[in-house]
């Protein structure tokens, strides 16, 4: 990757930290979420008129994108009500550079070379590391664990769609516009159905907070499906999920989760396996 689209990842990266500490400081996760994906799926309405309609091949990837964001979005949910930012986060994120390196190279024709393939373990395992640090001893709580397992799961389904589909159309402006259109009704309908008969109630408190986040979601998840246009996908993922770093001081800081030394050594680890794969590559 050039310079240029590296610091555009690394910005999306400080962007995403953000969306998810709102969404883990929220009262009513559900329904942060839905509002922050409403959010980011309004500036896509409002700008499908000025771009191009996506190429017939990218459709599926499309919409496979949209499904598995729907599965994203319910395991996120779980997994902040049941841990921290700084345990879930690491797990969800750190999960996912493997698999899609796996996945890239099976299914993308992206060919990893020794170095680069030794980088995202490396990355892949400081990330992990950063959520083994127990608030006061307490032992994991293991439905966190398995919900942001399989977040991390959903990540590389829809970043690999994402990826290959943004290829297959002329335009990326106009495959990023319909993904977010598309994906936003279904999550917002389900969280007005479940807080049915107090929609406003429910709502309203999280309104500036929610749509705030989906701004700010959009445009962090808008770089790097345009980045994977450009560069390959593995290498955009494995430099995004560094955002791990800022969401572990963030949880410390605001949130007032534990950090400690395990956590500093683990953030030294994710930027060396960052580094080890653009040098490799």
């Given at each position: ?15 995403h930290a953000t969306w998810n500490a709102l969404v883990k400081s929220g009262g ?73 390196g796996v996945g890239a190279w099976v299914l993308a024709g992206e060919v990893l ?99 705030f986040g989906g701004l700010i979601a959009a445009t962090a998840y808008g770089i ?58």
């Amino acid at each position: 990757m050039t310079l240029p689209v590296i610091g555009l990842v690394l910005l999306a990266a400080a962007l995403h930290a953000t969306w998810n500490a709102l969404v883990k400081s929220g009262g009513d996760k559900l329904v942060v979420l839905s509002l922050a994906i409403l959010g980011s799926g309004l500036p896509a309405v409002v700008a499908l008129p000025f771009v191009p309609f996506p190429d017939p091949a990218s459709w599926p990837y499309i919409l496979a994108s949209v499904l598995i964001h729907q599965g994203y979005y319910f395991c996120l949910v779980f997994a902040y009500q049941h841990g921290d930012l700084s345990q879930v986060y690491p797990i969800a994120r750190g999960a996912a550079p493997l698999m899609v390196g796996v996945g890239a190279w099976v299914l993308a024709g992206e060919v990893l070379s020794v170095p680069e393939a030794a980088g995202i373990a490396i990355a892949s395992a400081g990330i992990m590391s950063l959520a083994f640090a127990r608030r006061n001893g307490a032992p994991d709580n293991p439905k966190a664990i398995l919900f942001a397992l399989g977040t991390g799961v959903c990540i590389a389904g829809y970043s690999l769609a994402d990826g290959m589909g943004v290829r297959r159309t002329p335009e990326a402006a106009s495959y990023i516009a319909w993904m977010f259109a598309l994906e936003a009704p279904l999550l917002v309908l389900i969280a007005m159905a479940r807080r049915r008969g107090r929609v406003w109630t429910a709502f309203r408190p999280h309104l500036l907070t929610g749509l705030f986040g989906g701004l700010i979601a959009a445009t962090a998840y808008g770089i790097v499906i345009w980045a994977m246009s450009l560069a390959p996908i593995a290498h955009v993922v494995a430099l995004r999920e560094t955002s791990v770093i800022l969401a572990a001081i963030i949880g410390t800081a605001i949130l007032g989760e534990p950090f400690g030394r395990l956590r500093v050594a683990a953030a030294a680890i994710v930027a060396a396996g960052a580094a080890l794969l653009q040098i490799g590559g």
